[in-house]
């Protein structure tokens, strides 16, 4: 066997295989849920480390109580987060016991599995825009590289579900030129009523989506105007009956969340610099539940965003320098993070920003879709605060745009002569 190359043909099987992938990624983070013990969440506080708001308003729906008290105590209905990972969770609470450390094991290993499974739609990206070896290496350095893990093994959150929708959402945008008929439009629609309930911050980048969709249908002169209504409908069918009830229970209109206006004045009012102010947040702030829950979740919120408007158009220039701040904190790490952390941030930032300018300049196919993500889905953490999770969701391209950078000055090098190089 060793002589007729078999081995090799078997190493190359494995190593373009999707199962392998999938499987590898996700025995990978379970061993590590387990050995490391990452499902004992701290049962201090009533437990609200383990799942936080949504893990609340999960509790909430398993005891019969509804979509509500996403915080200490019974505080009522709520739309603070998309509703779509609060069920999940409820689901599994209801099976294997609320708060329970069977449940943690069981929602962290889901998320391992949303994880696992970004590997596929990684591989077809990289592969459409960059090649083979660029798809290889960036779907299994997602699938081995322990801080990438991190999050679908340590937090209850929907995270790797939200970075699982948006990269299989971009990899249809960037193909749909490809597709004929109407059912590719149809799942689009539905994918990005996926992610609207997962979380609403996705649909930042459903413009350009959009865009990019259209201008490459109108050069090939295809009919993309019957195809987006089907699109536009399946996506509104998605969201229709959360919009519903949040009518019904508030009385006016919510589009999926409401807590915009107290997300804006977390990171907008005295004392702001640039980061989130966890102190005012109602979960770690005792007069600001009472507040939130003698006032009812929308007077709140509202109030909280009065505040914050008025703070912001008392001063805009100082708005601006915050702003700033927001963006270099984003891609630069915050400043409350590990210096470590901070440097990882920082410099696959720079790399990415490297790669991207480098697959502009040589005009790389979806080249610009690459570009519109990362310009339009941070837009708006620049104006509330950021947080490390808050780029996860585009860590699929940023690690696409780098391992592109890395493999063309790998390939430049070997293609240098020796002298020249030493």
């Known amino acids: 066997m060793s002589f007729n190359g078999t081995p090799n043909t078997a190493r190359l099987k494995v190593r373009d295989s999707y199962f392998w992938m999938v499987m590898i990624a996700f025995v990978l983070r379970l061993a590590y849920i387990l050995i490391a013990h990452t499902y004992k969440f701290k049962t201090t506080d009533d437990n609200f480390g383990f799942g936080f708001e949504m893990g609340r308003i999960g509790r909430s729906l398993a005891q019969g109580r509804g979509f509500s008290n996403p915080f200490h105590g019974v505080t009522g209905p709520t739309a603070w987060e998309p509703p779509l990972y609060p069920f999940l969770i409820a689901a599994v609470f209801k099976v294997f016991g609320i708060y329970s450390k069977a449940s943690a094991v069981v929602l962290l290993s889901i998320n391992s599995v949303f994880a696992a499974l970004t590997c596929l739609p990684i591989f077809l990206i990289a592969n459409e825009c960059f090649g083979k070896n660029v798809a290889r290496w960036t779907s299994w350095l997602w699938a081995l590289l322990p801080p990438i893990m991190f999050w679908s093994t340590r937090w209850v959150w929907e995270t790797s579900l939200a970075t699982l929708l948006l990269t299989v959402i971009f990899w249809l945008t960037l193909v749909m030129d490809e597709k004929n008929g109407v059912l590719p439009w149809i799942q689009l629609g539905f994918l990005w009523g996926l992610a609207a309930l997962t979380n609403t911050s996705l649909l930042a980048f459903l413009p350009a989506s959009a865009l990019w969709i259209w201008y490459h249908a109108f050069r090939r002169r295809k009919d993309f105007l019957t195809h987006t209504a089907a699109a536009a409908l399946v996506f ?18 919510i589009f999926i969340r409401s807590n915009f206006g107290a997300e804006l004045r977390l990171g907008n009012g005295p004392g702001a610099d640039g980061t989130w102010m966890e102190d005012l947040h109602p979960s770690k702030n005792a007069h600001e539940l009472r507040l939130y829950g003698e006032m009812g979740e929308t007077a709140y919120v509202a109030e909280r965003k009065r505040q914050a408007v008025a703070f ?20 630069g790490g915050v400043p409350r993070s590990r210096l470590s952390g901070r440097l990882v941030f920082s410099a696959s930032s720079l790399l990415a920003f490297w790669g991207l300018g480098s697959a502009l300049r040589k005009n790389r196919p979806g080249a610009w879709l690459f570009f519109w993500l990362i310009v339009c889905y941070p837009l708006i953490f620049y104006f509330v605060f950021p947080l490390a999770r808050y780029r996860h969701p585009i860590e699929p391209e940023l690690g696409i745009l780098i391992v592109y950078l890395l493999c063309g000055a790998v390939k430049q090098v070997r293609g240098t002569p020796r002298a020249s190089r030493i």
């Open 236 to 253: 509104v069918i998605c969201i229709a009956p959360w919009i519903v009830r949040n009518y019904i229970t508030f009385g006016h209109f």
């Open 312 to 331: 912001i158009t008392q001063d805009y220039p100082r708005f601006a320098i915050l702003c700033a701040k927001r963006f270099a904190y984003y891609w």
